[in-house]
């Protein structure tokens, strides 16, 4: 690996002063690519079980122990949107776990699909019609039953949402047979079917709620709470329904309160005015960790910090200016200056732990000599091309700025335009796609292929056109990726569908649309003695059974 230039130590020192970095903390970076089963050690040791899947589960509940009525947590973004089909943030995933079921849910220890609104399902010998059985005294919280209907009226509708129709694209037909028996009929066999099923989005709906109010209709789940206030950019409450089939819950309120600064937060931790401070600022993580009164919980993150190249734009449809800017990101540098080396390098094409992700993946390791040969591939010079880069925090700041000292020792002129979060997913989602370089991230942790047909898949339009998929930031249109998933997506013999996701990789390597750039941490500070939590690495935390001691 070529050196660093002294000039982007110099840069670096800056940029240590500005964000408050310290050298010390850098052991949390490692420049190779991650096992498949892969899940970093926590810097700093949690509170509670680190499961094989990289969630941290609190102490369980005891049953003796008398528990305060109320947990407040302090969450970082606001919740806007309380209709599962109507938004995939964190904050309000966290809502529809504490309102919702889902037909199925995953199982933070093992990963593997599990029961939950259903309690147990058959699969026909083709792979295409599933037969649920619902729990029998399953209820919503106004106390009606849920039944299949209920499970019909969500997935049609599922069809209609942006953010949900890509989990049901195989689905032809579902039919309420009774009202504990539904059978899901798909186009074909979809080897990740049951775990996309998991996810927030596909949380059962009320029929006769949503069709009474179309609006707050959606706000209505058979979950362990319901709604008992929800005030936008203020804070978000819920009361324990006491007719749940399982039994209640052992914490009667929960509310969700937002503070914007991390700062802000930390000081509601430490005075006691919230029991949970979700995603602290990391230069206050051992301040934590050393308060007798608290405990830091840290678990490695699925939130892959990338940087999507839009192909179609002049000199980025050129694969070898997107191989030189890949040799141009310095990763280790990125870890150590905008993540206070509290991340772990990224090489992959799928989020770690996820099924097919390719240990020996070719990784594009920053060396300007390598970099300034593919732009010499390229046809263009040195001074040919100028690029804008949108970020919209600190730490993207920190790391396009190395990005741009890299590209300028090369020839190629980098333009960071600073924004606010809203702003640059409303220019990501814009139909016009008129942006070339981003610093973004992208979370998932369920299904490989949805992973990959939503970061770099495309779908095949009446004209004989190629349209990009909803997270495809890259603009990446390539039929024969596309017949890859397919195979793969259908492929029942594991070790071969093994296979077929490396080869995925490596051909997206080869094309290489986006840099992968690392994982950091979820980070939480919490009131000593905090029981019942499951802090997941996608963020999305769970927080049914949470509670503290009196």
Not at 167 to 176: C, G, I, Q
Not at 199 to 215: Q, R, T, Y
Request: hydrophobic share 40%; proline share 4%.
């Amino acid at each position: 690996m070529k050196k660093k230039s002294l000039c982007l130590f110099v840069i670096l020192s800056v940029l240590l002063a500005l964000v408050g970095c310290s050298k010390g903390s850098s052991s949390g970076s490692s420049a190779a690519a991650p096992a498949e089963t892969e899940a970093a050690a926590p810097v700093i040791e949690s509170a509670g079980t680190v499961t094989s899947t990289g969630s941290v589960k609190s102490a369980e509940v005891d049953e003796t122990t008398n528990y305060k009525d109320t947990v407040i947590i302090g969450i970082a973004n606001d919740v806007n949107n309380l209709d599962p089909q109507g938004s995939n943030t964190d904050a309000n995933m966290m809502v529809f776990y504490l309102t919702h079921e889902r037909l199925v849910n995953i199982d933070p220890d093992t990963n593997e699909v599990i029961p939950a609104l259903a309690e147990s399902w058959t699969v026909s010998e083709d792979g295409c019609v599933y037969d649920f059985t619902l729990a029998a005294d399953a209820t919503f919280t106004d106390g009606t039953p849920c039944t299949a209907e209920d499970v019909k009226f969500t997935y049609d509708r599922a069809k209609d949402s942006s953010f949900a129709m890509q989990k049901v694209a195989d689905v032809v037909s579902v039919e309420a047979v009774d009202p504990t028996h539904v059978r899901i009929t798909l186009s074909k066999p979809n080897q990740d079917w049951l775990t996309l099923m998991a996810h927030g989005g596909m949380s059962i709906l009320s029929k006769a709620a949503c069709e009474k109010d179309p609006v707050k209709g959606p706000y209505l789940g058979s979950g362990m709470f319901s709604l008992e206030e929800w005030i936008p950019g203020s804070h978000c409450s819920f009361v324990r329904y006491d007719g749940y089939r399982k039994g209640p819950a052992p914490t009667r309120r929960i509310d969700l309160k937002l503070y914007k600064e991390a700062s802000t937060r930390l000081i509601a931790l430490q005075t006691g005015e919230i029991d949970v401070c979700i995603d602290p600022s990391t230069t206050d993580l051992q301040r934590i960790a050393e308060d007798p009164k608290l405990d830091l919980i840290q678990t490695p993150n699925v939130v892959m910090l990338y940087m999507p190249m839009q192909m179609e734009k002049p000199g980025l449809d050129n694969v070898h200016v997107r191989k030189a800017l890949a040799h141009a990101m310095d990763k280790d540098s990125i870890v150590f200056a905008a993540y206070d080396g509290l991340a772990t390098i990224h090489n992959n094409y799928i989020n770690r732990g996820q099924f097919g992700l390719n240990p020996d993946i070719h990784v594009y390791e920053y060396d300007l000599e390598k970099a300034a040969a593919e732009l010499e591939l390229s046809g263009y010079k040195p001074g040919d091309l100028t690029f804008h880069i949108m970020v919209d925090n600190e730490a993207k700041k920190t790391a396009a700025l190395i990005f741009q000292n890299s590209c300028a020792q090369i020839g190629i002129n980098i333009v960071l335009e600073e924004m606010e979060t809203a702003a640059l997913k409303g220019k990501l989602n814009d139909a016009a796609l008129d942006y070339e370089l981003a610093l973004y991230q992208f979370t998932d942790d369920l299904g490989t292929d949805y992973t990959l047909r939503n970061q770099h898949g495309s779908t095949m339009q009446e004209d004989g056109t190629l349209k990009k998929n909803g997270s495809n930031r890259c603009n990446m249109k390539d039929e024969k990726f596309n017949e890859m998933l397919d195979a793969a997506l259908v492929e029942t013999d594991v070790e071969q569908r093994r296979q077929d996701y490396y080869e995925i990789e490596n051909y997206l390597d080869e094309i290489c649309p986006i840099v992968p750039i690392c994982t950091s941490y979820i980070n939480i500070g919490a009131k000593k003695g905090l029981v019942g939590a499951i802090w997941k690495p996608d963020a999305k935390h769970d927080f049914r059974l949470i509670a503290l001691p009196e």
